[in-house]
């Protein structure tokens, strides 16, 4: 199979850009899905001092990017200490 892409390579050279965006593509895809098989990805860094940290943040903390509406400064806090 690799040699007659070489072959159709050496015949039509326009085909080199195709061939080589289709072998990037494939790896990419194939390197995705491994990550993917891999198990989910959790972005905790520090298990031992802070095993839980949404639990330690302010209430009055802004979650969102933009807050049209929400003032964030006159929430009370619903919920335990942990």
């Known amino acids: 199979m690799i ?18 965006f289709t072998t990037l593509g494939v790896t990419g895809a194939t390197i995705y899905l491994i990550r993917l098989a891999k198990g989910p990805h959790v972005t905790l860094w520090d298990k031992k001092n802070n095993p839980e940290p949404w639990n330690k943040l302010d209430p009055t903390y802004q979650y969102k990017f933009v807050a049209v509406n929400t003032d964030y400064k006159s929430l009370k806090k619903e919920g335990p200490d942990f």
């Open 3 to 20: 040699k007659t892409l070489f072959q159709h390579a050496k015949k039509h050279p326009g085909l080199i850009p195709q061939f080589f």
